[in-house]
C-alpha cells in the first residue's frame, strides 16, 4: 500500500510531460500571445461629418472704395463621398459687412451688407492633417445705403439682387472636433442696384465700394 502512494507522484509527473507537444532542441519557445488595449479591431478612416464655421478677414472692392470688414457664420452638411480622398458637400454661409466713407462737403456715406449664398464644395484629404477645398454658390444679396450731408439731413436706400460666390482654401485639423482655415481667395459679385440718394431736386448714387469684392477669410470649425 506504500509502494502506491510512493509511486503516484511519479505518474502523475510523466502525464504531464506526455501531454506536451515535443519541440526540437534548441528551439525557442513560441511567446505568449497579447492583446493590445482597446481590443485589435483595425483602426477605421474618419468619416465626414456636418459642422459649423465662423471666419471673419477684410473685403476688397474691385472698384474704388474702403476697405469692408466682412463676418461669415457657415454650416456644412456632407452630401457623398466620392471615393477615399474627395468628399461633396452642401456650404450655408450667412455673411454680413460694413463700411463707412467721408466725401466732400463732409458727407458720410454708410453700406449695410447681408447675403446668403448656398454652395457646392469639393473638398480633398491632403497630406496629414490638411485638406483643401473649393466652393461653387448662387444665393442672394441685400444691401442697404446711407448719405448724410451736414445741414441737409440723410437719405436712405437699399438694393437686393442675385449673388455668386467663389471661394477656395486649405483647413487644418486640430482635433477631433475642432479645425482651422484660410481662404486667400473668396470673390463676392451681385447684381444689386447701387443706393440712390435725393436731396430737394438733387440726386446721386453711391455705393460705398459695394460692388464686386475679393477677400481673405479665416476662421475655426466644429464638426459633431
Known amino acids: 500500500m506504500l509502494t502506491v502512494f510512493a509511486l503516484l507522484p511519479l505518474t502523475l509527473a ?20 497579447t492583446e493590445k488595449a482597446g481590443g485589435t479591431a483595425p483602426e477605421t478612416k474618419q468619416e465626414p461629418r456636418p459642422w459649423v464655421a465662423l471666419a471673419a478677414g477684410p473685403a476688397f472692392p474691385f472698384a474704388r472704395g474702403p476697405v469692408w470688414p466682412r463676418v461669415h457664420l457657415r454650416l456644412g452638411l456632407p452630401l457623398v463621398r466620392l471615393d477615399e480622398r474627395f468628399t461633396l458637400s452642401l ?42 477645398h473649393g466652393d461653387l454658390g448662387v444665393g442672394v444679396a441685400h444691401f442697404r445705403y446711407g448719405f448724410e ?25 486640430v482635433s477631433r472636433q475642432w479645425g482651422l482655415f484660410l481662404e486667400p481667395l473668396h470673390l463676392l459679385f451681385h447684381t444689386a442696384q ?19 469684392q475679393a477677400s481673405v477669410l479665416a476662421g475655426t470649425s466644429f464638426s459633431w
Open 14 to 33: 510523466v502525464t504531464a510531460g506526455a501531454a506536451e507537444a515535443p519541440r526540437a532542441r534548441g528551439t525557442p519557445k513560441p511567446p505568449a500571445r
Open 91 to 132: 456650404v450655408v454661409p450667412l455673411s454680413t459687412g460694413w463700411a463707412r466713407q467721408t466725401g466732400a462737403f463732409s458727407s458720410t456715406s454708410t453700406v449695410l451688407a447681408f447675403d446668403l449664398i448656398p454652395s457646392a464644395r469639393l473638398s480633398a484629404r491632403g497630406p496629414g492633417r490638411l485638406s483643401f
Open 149 to 173: 450731408v451736414p445741414g441737409l439731413g440723410q437719405a436712405r436706400d437699399h438694393g437686393s439682387g442675385l449673388g455668386l460666390r467663389v471661394g477656395a482654401g486649405l483647413a487644418y485639423d
Open 194 to 212: 447701387e443706393g440712390v440718394f435725393r436731396f430737394g431736386n438733387t440726386s446721386f448714387s453711391s455705393s460705398t465700394g459695394a460692388g464686386p
